[in-house]
């Protein structure tokens, strides 16, 4: 079978190759923290955005015009649970223009077969439709397990996945064998990543809170995975090539953002989502500086 791999994020600068940073939509969702008066408006996680200097948000495309309006960039997100619902999810990327498109695919319960049908259909509709189709490493997908998504990489090489890696770390326990030896099972992985989700797991809870980032040692784990990531990304990139990197911290609701009953019995966040998001921003434009100075 000819399979082609989606291509790389462009902006079209003809700029050296560079790390863009965006907000998710889900993750800028009920903020500020716990407990609050009220919820910020979608122009206000907007205005937020922008001062933070982020370049662009990953959400919904029926919000792609919103979002260009206040000059940022946009890229979405979706599922694709059977191979007859990737062409419809691709085309409507492709109908705004988005950067790139990242998908959850399947439910993790399918065969070889099934999976790479799945596989098949995305590289396929990514090429027809010109819209780069990254997919996501997630739970409850065809990429929750380390090692089935490292056997699928042997049998269809040109897959391009969106990392993230909370998922990997705790779902695995990754610092239980020690994370020295367990990063080398992401090398498949990390050798394919065109676009990065920013959240860090402890190897027991998937989203903690690490501070500023310098003197927690996940925080140092996932600094460190996705320095090589962007490494491998650099050897082969062009000019105008982007890597997207998105802060993705999930809100109270979901059960990611961990909270309290306070004395008054209000809700408490633990961690601020918005500043933590920043750190991991931080975290990442220094990881790709590292990245390039490594090459």
């Not at 995975?225 to 650099?234: D, I, Q």
């Amino acid at each position: 079978m000819n399979r082609i791999p989606p291509r790389r994020t462009s902006d079209d600068s003809g700029d050296p190759p560079k790390l863009l940073v965006y907000g998710n939509g889900w993750g800028l969702m009920e903020l500020p923290k716990l407990p609050r008066e009220r919820s910020w408006t979608f122009e206000e996680r907007l205005d937020r955005l922008a001062e933070a200097k982020f370049a662009g948000l990953q959400a919904d495309t029926k919000y792609a015009d919103a979002v260009r309006a206040r000059g940022l960039r946009f890229c979405n997100s979706g599922r694709a649970n059977t191979p007859a619902d990737v062409d419809g999810i691709v085309a409507a990327a492709a109908d705004v223009a988005a950067d790139c498109l990242t998908l959850h695919v399947g439910w993790g319960m399918e065969d070889d077969a099934e999976v790479d049908a799945l596989v098949d259909g995305i590289l396929n509709a990514s090429h027809r439709r010109n819209v780069p189709v990254y997919i996501e490493t997630h739970r409850a997908t065809i990429t929750q397990d380390l090692w089935r998504t490292g056997e699928l990489t042997r049998r269809i090489p040109e897959v391009r996945f969106n990392a993230d890696l909370s998922h990997y770390y705790c779902a695995a326990e990754m610092v239980y064998q020690g994370f020295d030896t367990t990063i080398n099972y992401l090398e498949p992985i990390l050798q394919r990543t065109n676009f990065i989700h920013g959240r860090i797991s402890n190897g027991q809870s998937m989203q903690v809170d690490v501070g500023d980032g310098i003197d927690d040692k996940h925080a140092r784990n996932f600094a460190r995975a996705w320095r090589r990531g962007m490494e491998h990304w650099l050897r082969g990139a062009g000019r105008g090539d982007v890597l997207i990197f998105a802060p993705e911290l999930g809100p109270p609701s979901s059960g990611y953002s961990l909270t309290y009953r306070g004395s008054e019995g209000t809700l408490v966040e633990i961690s601020d989502r918005w500043e933590q998001s920043l750190v991991l921003k931080r975290m990442a434009e220094q990881a790709f500086a590292d990245a390039v100075g490594s090459l």
